[in-house]
């Protein structure tokens, strides 16, 4: 069992950057792709980001492309999302998560919040 382990939320103000990451606590767990999604309170949760492990494919929402750049470290099973030109409507409760298997995310984190002031 994998534990995702998510930091680097806070407060910024608009036009703002924040680097968020997402660590897989088991280094044996074998990952083909993580992913961030987000919610935002009302709403229901929402693709983010994705990047598939081998070779680094990446898929963006259209909210975010331009400003959101996902990456990740191979040898450390960690993933991260560089926020840009942070907008009030990125703010969000961001979670992270994975799967060794094509289909589907088995594996959340606990979610880490990011609230953007205008």
């Known amino acids: 069992q994998v534990q995702l382990v998510e930091s680097g939320g806070g407060l910024v103000q608009a036009g703002g950057s924040l680097r968020l990451s997402c660590a897989a606590s088991e280094r044996t767990f074998s990952i083909y792709k993580m992913a961030w999604f987000r919610q935002a309170p009302g709403k229901e949760r929402e693709f983010v980001a994705q990047?598939?492990?081998?070779?680094?494919?990446?898929y963006y929402a259209d909210s975010v492309k331009g400003r959101f750049t996902i990456s990740r470290d191979n040898a450390k099973n960690t993933m991260y999302l560089q926020m840009n030109s942070l907008k009030p409507e990125d703010t969000a409760v961001y979670y992270c998560?994975?799967?060794?298997?094509?289909?589907?995310?088995?594996?959340w984190g606990q979610g880490t919040q990011v609230t953007v002031s205008s």
């Open positions: 990047i598939f492990w081998n070779g680094g494919i990446t």
């Open positions: 998560a994975t799967n060794p298997r094509a289909s589907g995310y088995d594996y």
